[in-house]
C-alpha cells in the first residue's frame, strides 16, 4: 500500500511538471516530439533518479557536479520565461523554494542533490544507504 501511494503520488506530480514543461516548449516553438525525445535520454528524466537519487543521496556526496546556485539560477530563468510566455508553472515554481532555501543555508556550492539534506532535517530521516 505505501509503496502504490508513493508511486502514484510522483507520477502525479512528474505529469503535471511534463505539461508545465511542455506548454512551456510549445509556446517557444519547439516541437512535442522534441522535447520527449531529450526527456527520454540517458541524461534526461531518469537522470534525477539514477544519478542524484540512487549514487549522490545513497552515498551522501554532495561535493562536485550541478551546484544548488546554478540549479537555482535555471529554476529562475524557467520561471521568467513562464511567466514571459504566459505559462503558469504551479508544480515548478513550489519545487523552486527549497533552491532557495538551500541557497540561503550556504549550500550553494553542493550538489543540488545536497536538497535532500533538507528534508532529512524536517523529516528526521536519512537516505545513505547503511
Known sequence: MGTK???????????VVLIEAFAMS?????????????LNREEGLMRPLVHRVQERMADGNYTGGMSVSNARKDSVLALETAQNLGVPLFATLASHTPYE?????GMGDLDYAALATLWENWASVSFEKK
Open 26 to 38: 510549445t509556446k517557444l516553438g519547439v516541437p512535442v516530439q522534441t522535447m520527449v525525445d531529450i
Open 101 to 105: 532555501i538551500a541557497e540561503a543555508k
Open 5 to 15: 501511494v508513493v508511486n502514484n503520488g510522483v507520477m502525479h506530480a512528474v505529469m
